[in-house]
């Protein structure tokens, strides 16, 4: 396999991956997400069409190009997630309002405001070997995205 076959498919498959991880911690493990969660998960999104478009066009240069669009995306949540991993440890002061999951209107809004818990952006609600969940999204994030950038440069005839 060749090193720009294997930046498509790290460009494509970290963002599903670390998608599908923050996902599965909201729905099954109950960890909502704060307001810089969510921060994170938007460049995955636009991450994955442009890593998707780069299967499916026939021009290397543009793919290429595509492949290095969806790389700066993963980059920009792994550097969101440095910042919010710094904001969690206390090095740096972030957000001051603390976001919650409450919807509705009238009195169902009430209900759900009272009823939804308050998810704050600077108290990190899980942690594996001192490390947070925006912690690991800055390493694998910005180590992928730095290493789909090096694959592309090392493989100009892609």
């Known amino acids: 396999m060749n090193n720009f076959i294997r930046a498509r498919w790290l460009a494509l498959l970290v963002p599903v991956a670390l998608l599908g991880g923050a996902y599965g911690s909201q729905l099954i493990g109950g960890l909502y997400p704060c307001e810089m969660c969510w921060w994170q998960r938007y460049p995955h999104f636009v991450a994955i069409p442009f890593a998707l478009i780069a299967f499916f066009i026939g021009n290397p240069a543009v793919q290429r190009s595509f492949v290095a669009l969806a790389a700066l995306a993963i980059l920009t949540s792994g550097l969101i997630g440095g910042y919010h991993a710094g904001v969690e440890y206390g090095w740096w002061e972030g957000l001051t309002k603390c976001s919650s999951t409450a919807v509705g209107t009238g009195e169902d809004l009430l209900k759900s405001i009272m009823n939804a818990p308050l ?13 947070s969940l ?7 994030s910005t180590g992928s995205a ?11 005839s892609a």
Do not use: H, Q
């Open 119 to 131: 998810v704050r952006c600077d108290a990190a609600p899980w942690k594996l070997f001192g490390i």
């Open 146 to 156: 730095l290493i789909t950038l090096w694959l592309i440069s090392r493989n100009k």
């Open 134 to 140: 925006a912690g690991y999204n800055f390493l694998i």
